[in-house]
């Protein structure tokens, strides 16, 4: 099996500050793969490093097989666009994006040809006699994007593109960005701290923090599956509530025992369980819905917040042991339990949405 | 998944890591080796002319008769007296007194001073030798050393001159610190220094505040009017001076009796020519001042004269110290204007000059240097610390201050502006004054004779058609050196000791005095071993000097301009697989050529005007300008000198205006992507 891109055990350090370590990686040919953590985890790091623009301090990187650890930029093989689009302001669109294309034996003809092509793809065919500083922040970071790709490069990589941006024209480009990557079948890195956008574009997203990869997976894997507590908590929104594993796969919770997902934990150990709000099934209160006896919890509603398509609601009780959990409950639910601020209420936990972490450590591995 | 990959490596950091190194593409060697090139110059035309002259002034000379055998011959040429040092011959004879024999690098000592009844037609020959290591002699210009035995006739024996040995030590410095005359200067230099600095930083401050603050008319005129001064040699107020208040000046009796020879002198004329270093500066540190803080304490209801104290003052604090210390270097480095009109008022910079050129002792003018360092060096420090401080304050979102008409303050700040502006027209009237008249003070009609320089000391129209070209090719070259300098270490990546060491070499200039620069270029390349001596005496080594005197500034400015590009143009350019000088000829040099025309005025009016480097430098095919104003005052010439410090006004004045015009014209043509 040999992938794209494989990064194998990369460490950087700046001084005595290590900003990435250990970081071993597989990109396959053709994959949209999202670097997705916060501010200071090295996501940025790690591109560069990528790119060549800051060397790692070791470790290796190999591109379509060819080793390109310690190359200079300019015999790797990639296109980038900077969150700063990096456009050359004094010259023309058209120039900018002919830039990379001149001198390399091309005739005058052909490149015009290409412009045209690549202005068309990115839907600024009427602005190519434009300077940078004349078109708006969108439409600068479609140039720097039909610029970065002009030569076919193998590799395109894009640090944080869309951060300069408004909301609603940022919402549109994640579209147009993921489009135009799937119709070439480009290899794409790109970085990002805007988990949305991450889990909307992504065929995979590396989640990292503190200079290492947490979990690696599909958007989906990422949010029904976090290996850690670190993703649970940074990827969508989720309940963590303290536990003591009583049995492989049981855990008590006040003075309740549940069951849930807790691979590779040893019995006695304290623990955090996550569960998301939109994973807490309600019930009338003091019903038994077959199947689930060992889920069930009686808990009373405290204040409910409405959030447009649902509620969100605070549970406590003495099940929970002095706990709170969040749960977000559908218009529909509430009308026919009708829920109401004090109400009692049987919530269930589906074994297979608890997901068991250690507690204290707090970026410690599941499994 | 992948994830399975980083399982099965071992955790932590592999044993066998070892660091990467890059390989370096085609772009990384060629920017190294320029950086290494401009690197390599700098420290060919600064560093080593520098550790020239600090050896120097560490070297002693002496005589060592100990060092030294003479044979006598009878007179039918059989040596048969046995051989006798030159120390024993010297405490038989009292020939040289022990204080005669402390020397310098030049000196000579003739071997007849030991043979009181040597004659040159005398049949007796002579032997000599040398039995010390490092002694040695020289017969006619032929240099001998060793214990092998000279033997020449009394002809020849006239022509035998013992040379000194070097020693290395702090004498030269004993010597300084314990001559009254000489370490007296220190002193002066900096009373003056400090006295002209006061008055300078609160005049100039006055200047800037109304400015900023009022809504005076003509504000675009005062401003103009206070740069003057930058266009003239620093001698220049000097000489009209010397017509003010001279010993037949027209307004002498203001002095009450004092002489304008002397302090007075000195600080008027320090005044003026610094007045435009301290104005743009402190104009600078008004200008980012925040608008918000005096909406503050309007609100507050505090008074006018609270505010100034709480909120002007302090927020421009950095540009008063910074202001303060560039006019105090300023002071106390120049040369020009306290030989014009010191008098017999010492100077450390005249010091200098009086050593080397008056009195041929290099040692002492290297020592005088060194001296003179310790305060330049200190001056330009605080002046580094400070404005890395204000650039800081720069950075905060501030919002500019708009003055609001007060009839009262704008009339007064007129007023005084108008009293600054009367000054320094009127110092650069007189000098025109002077220039076109014909005989002062006796016969005021107006002729051009003044004009013919060729008819005067001073090298005559030629050094100031020598100055233009030195001056051009200043500007070009110096441009070139600088930006390319700056570019290639703001953009190479990696490297980052050499880059540091680049920075500091591109900072030294600054703090070195031209007169010590100057002397330095002396020491080395005048050295006959020097395989660059041939520079010397030409206008190529007038031209490396200048523009490394002037380097700090310009690379300064280059690199703010170079730093305002985004960092990753080059990385672009480079993923895109364009090479970087590409990048430099398509982007780089467009986007900022305003900063290269401002660098290249910058460099141009500097080496119209400098006077204290090159004044060691100069050659009598290669005599300058402003060297020129300053020989013709030296010879009395000084309506002349005045005539010619004018051409250098108005040829820099011109050289300004063409500057303005080509800049708007280059902004209109190739910058039209600035505007939207
Ligand atoms: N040149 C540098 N010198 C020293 N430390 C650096 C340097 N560049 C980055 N770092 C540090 O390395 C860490 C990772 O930085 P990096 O830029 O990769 O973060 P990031 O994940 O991209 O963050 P952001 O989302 O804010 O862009 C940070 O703590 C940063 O302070
Ligand atoms: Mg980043």
Redesign the interface.
């Known amino acids: 099996m040999s992938s794209y891109l494989r990064i194998r055990d990369l460490h950087k350090k700046f001084g005595d500050f290590t900003a990435l370590r250990n970081v071993s990686l597989d990109v396959e040919e053709g994959e949209f793969v999202c670097f997705l953590g916060p501010s200071g985890c090295g996501k940025t790091t790690l591109l560069r490093a990528i790119a060549g623009l800051d060397l790692q301090t070791h470790g290796s990187i190999e591109q379509a097989g060819r080793d390109i650890s310690t190359l200079p930029i300019a015999e790797r093989d990639f296109g980038i666009v900077f969150q700063s689009y990096a456009l050359f302001p004094n010259l023309t669109i058209e120039r900018n994006i002919a830039f990379g294309l001149e001198n390399s034996g091309r005739p005058r003809a052909e490149i015009a040809r290409r412009v045209t092509e690549l202005l068309d793809l990115v839907g600024l065919a009427d602005q190519r006699e434009k300077y940078p500083a004349q078109l708006s922040g969108g439409q600068q970071q479609r140039i720097a994007l039909a610029r970065a790709i002009a030569t076919s490069p193998g590799l395109l990589l894009l640090d944080e593109p869309l951060s300069a941006l408004d909301a609603k024209v940022r919402v549109h480009l994640r579209h147009q960005i993921k489009e135009l990557q799937r119709k070439l079948g480009v290899t794409t890195v790109m970085v990002t701290h805007d988990q949305e956008e991450a889990l909307s574009m992504a065929d995979r997203i590396v989640v990292m923090n503190h200079g290492v990869i947490e979990q690696i997976g599909t958007p989906t894997e990422i949010y029904r599956e976090p290996r850690s507590l670190f993703v649970a908590d940074f990827i969508g929104e989720t309940n963590q509530l303290h536990a003591t594993l009583s049995a492989p796969g049981c855990f008590t919770l006040g003075r309740t025992c549940l069951q849930g997902m807790t691979d590779g934990l040893a019995p006695g150990q304290p623990i955090i369980v996550t569960i998301r709000p939109e994973d807490i099934i309600p019930h009338a209160p003091g019903s038994q819905p077959a199947g689930s006896e060992r889920g069930l919890l009686d808990v009373t509603v405290g204040e409910m917040e409405f959030l447009g398509s649902f509620w969100r609601s605070r549970l406590t009780g003495a099940a929970l042991g002095g706990e709170q959990l969040y749960a977000d409950f559908s218009i529909n639910a509430v009308r026919r339990l009708s829920l109401d601020e004090g109400a009692d209420l049987t919530i269930e936990l589906p074994a297979s949405r608890l997901i068991a972490f250690p507690a204290g450590e707090d970026h410690g591995h599941r499994g | ?3 399975a ?2 399982e099965a ?1 071992p ?4 044993a066998k ?12 060697l060629i920017m190294r080796a320029f950086m290494v090139v401009i690197a390599l110059y700098l420290v060919v035309a600064l560093a080593l002319p520098l550790y020239a002259m600090l050896s120097k002034s560490f070297s002693t000379f002496r005589f060592d008769l100990t060092a030294y055998e003479f044979q006598v011959s009878d007179e039918q040429g059989s040596f048969a007296v046995p051989p006798v040092s030159a120390a024993a011959l010297n405490e038989e004879l009292q020939a040289v007194p022990p204080e005669n024999l402390a020397t310098n690098g030049d000196g000579r000592l003739p071997a007849t001073s030991f043979f009181p009844d040597f004659s040159f037609r005398s049949p007796v020959m002579y032997r000599i030798r040398a039995t010390g290591d490092d002694a040695s002699y020289l017969i006619g210009s032929e240099r001998f050393a060793g214990s092998r035995w000279q033997e020449v006739d009394s002809n020849d024996f006239r022509r035998v001159m013992l040379r000194p040995v070097r020693d290395i030590g702090l004498a030269n410095y004993a010597t300084y610190f314990s001559t009254p005359s000489l370490f007296r200067s220190v002193e002066n230099s900096l009373i003056i220094s400090v006295i002209s600095t006061v008055i300078t930083v609160l005049l100039a401050f006055g200047f800037a505040y109304a400015l900023n603050r009022s809504c005076m008319p003509f504000k675009g005129v005062f401003r103009l009017i206070a740069m003057a001064p930058i266009l003239v040699p620093s001698l220049l107020p000097g000489i009209a001076l010397v017509y003010l208040f001279g010993n037949q000046g027209m307004l002498k009796a203001f002095l009450l009796g004092e002489s304008i020879y002397g302090p007075i002198g000195i600080v008027i004329g320090s005044v003026f020519f610094t007045f435009p270093h301290a104005m743009i500066i402190i104009t600078t540190a008004l200008a980012i001042s925040d608008a918000r803080l005096y909406e503050a304490a309007e609100c507050l209801k505090a008074s006018r004269w609270k505010t100034f104290w709480t909120v002007t003052v302090p927020g421009a604090r950095y540009g008063l110290i910074s202001a303060a210390f560039v006019v105090f270097n300023l002071v106390i480095t120049d040369f020009g204007l306290p030989k014009v009109i010191g008098g017999q008022f010492n100077m450390l910079a005249v010091d200098i000059y009086k050593q080397v050129i008056g009195q041929q002792n290099f040692e002492m003018g290297a020592v005088v240097s060194v001296v003179l360092l310790f305060p330049a060096v200190l001056a330009f420090t605080v002046d580094r610390i400070v404005q890395k401080r204000q650039v800081a304050a720069l950075s905060a979102r501030s919002v500019p201050y708009q003055p609001k008409p007060k009839p009262r303050f704008d009339a007064l700040a007129f007023v005084y502006c108008s009293l600054i502006a009367v000054f320094i027209l009127g110092l650069l009237g007189v000098c025109q004054f002077a220039a076109l008249i014909k005989f002062w003070p006796y016969d005021l009609s107006l002729s051009l004779k003044n004009y013919a320089f060729d008819l005067m000391d001073g090298g005559g129209w030629d050094s100031y058609y020598n100055s233009i070209r030195m001056a051009f090719l200043t500007a070009i070259f110096g441009t070139l050196v600088v930006f390319i300098g700056a570019y290639m270490v703001e953009k190479t ?2 490297f980052e000791s050499g880059r540091s060491l680049f920075q500091l070499l591109a900072m030294l200039p600054m703090a070195i005095p031209g007169m010590v620069l100057g002397l330095a270029y002396i020491f080395f390349f005048n050295d006959p071993r020097n395989p660059l001596n041939a520079l010397y005496g030409t206008l190529a080594i007038l031209v490396v000097c200048t523009v490394t005197h002037f380097y700090t500034v310009s690379h300064l400015t280059a690199m703010t301009a170079l730093k305002q590009m ?1 960092r ?2 080059e ?8 090479p970087f000088y ?1 990048l430099f000829r ?2 780089t040099v ?2 900022c050529l305003p900063t290269i025309l401002d660098i290249s005025i910058y460099l141009f009016v500097n080496a119209m005007t400098t006077v204290s480097a090159v004044v060691f430098l100069y050659s009598p095919t290669t005599t300058l300008a402003s060297v020129a104003v300053l020989n013709m005052d030296d010879a009395g010439d000084i309506a002349p000198a005045a005539a010619m410090g004018m051409m250098i006004f108005y040829t820099n004045a011109g050289a300004r205006i063409l500057h303005l015009i080509v800049s708007k014209g280059v902004l209109r043509r ?5 505007f ?1």
């Open positions: 998944m992948a994830t990959a980083e490596l955790k932590g950091r592999p890591a070892r660091p990467v190194r890059p390989k370096l593409g085609r772009d990384d990546r990696g985004d990753e143009f990385s672009v350019a480079a993923s895109l697989k364009q590409k398509v982007v467009p986007v190739t910058q039209a992507w600035r939207r």
